[in-house]
């Protein structure tokens, strides 16, 4: 029988499983968590926002009971580990996808990725042709390491020289983490096999200081590119890097626009939250400027 998370043991929890039993076929939430963080970061997206009251007893926020978490390979600042969305991560969130089917094999899946955990469900969704999910919620994607680097000096320097840029990549970034390799799979890679028909939405800040918010906007525009109708973009003016949920006005933009995004494609939502969502939600599918 699948067991519910408890979300309040989560932090040290390296795989969670379900309290109580649930009813087969039903909505399974499969977090995907950031780099330098652990399955813990699943907490931030079920309790409610900053300053704000619980509506409905535990009230979450972007995501609802039953979710699974689990911890990447670099969980617990093992960042030496880390392959950033290559293919450890990807068969680590392949694991914890088989992990849900295991014990429901009717379960309908919602994917959220924050981060390199965004990053990794893109390689996961092209590759491992997961039939359950239904819906995929991605904060902070990149498409790829050495764009996201090349974006960051751009934004750091006026006229950054492209041997920097390329000795970063090639050179420090897998000499720190070492599991990564330069010229291995990128998020944008598996784009063009994600399933054209999947509810996708990113969402991004302008005050992201770890992901340029260009490296998600492009994931948005490659996905709508390559024919991935129900895809969306939510850009944010404030919020930090993983901490999106946290800035009070942008936080509940966020969470509304979400709910909207759920109610759009008959998810599971809070109804009122996504009728506040819905003038927003309405422009998530900006083209090319």
């Avoid at 392949?94 to 849900?100: D, G, L, R, T």
């Amino acid at each position: 029988m699948y067991r519910l998370v408890t979300l309040r043991n989560i932090l040290t929890a390296a795989l969670l499983t379900a309290m109580h039993q649930l009813a087969t076929g039903s909505v399974h939430y499969l977090f995907s968590h950031g780099l330098a963080d652990d399955a813990g970061q699943a907490t931030r997206y079920l309790e409610p926002l900053d300053g704000e009251k619980s509506i409905r007893g535990s009230c979450p926020t972007i995501m609802e009971e039953p979710c699974m978490a689990f911890n990447y390979p670099d969980a617990s600042l093992k960042v030496w580990r880390a392959n950033l969305a290559q293919d450890g991560d990807i068969a680590a969130l392949e694991h914890a996808y088989n992990q849900v089917l295991e014990q429901d094999p009717e379960a309908d899946i919602i994917l959220i990725g924050v981060s390199r955990g965004a990053a990794t469900a893109l390689g996961f969704l092209g590759t491992a042709n997961p039939s359950r999910i239904r819906a995929v919620v991605l904060e902070s994607p990149f498409d790829s390491v050495d764009m996201l680097i090349t974006r960051q000096l751009d934004r750091l320097f006026a006229n950054p020289s492209k041997g920097l840029a390329n000795g970063l990549h090639k050179r420090l970034v897998p000499a720190i983490l070492r599991g990564y390799r330069p010229d291995g799979p990128t998020p944008a890679d598996a784009i063009p096999w994600i399933p054209t028909d999947l509810p996708i939405l990113v969402v991004c800040s302008l005050k992201d200081g770890i992901v340029p918010v260009g490296s998600s906007i492009a994931v948005y525009h490659q996905l709508r590119e390559t024919a991935h109708d129900n895809v969306h973009l939510l850009e944010l003016d404030r919020g930090e890097h993983a901490r999106i949920k946290r800035s009070s006005a942008e936080g509940k933009r966020y969470r509304n626009v979400t709910h909207a995004f759920f109610k759009s494609y008959d998810l599971p939502h809070h109804d009122s939250w996504a009728q506040k969502g819905l003038a927003a939600f309405a422009q998530t599918q900006p083209t090319r400027p």
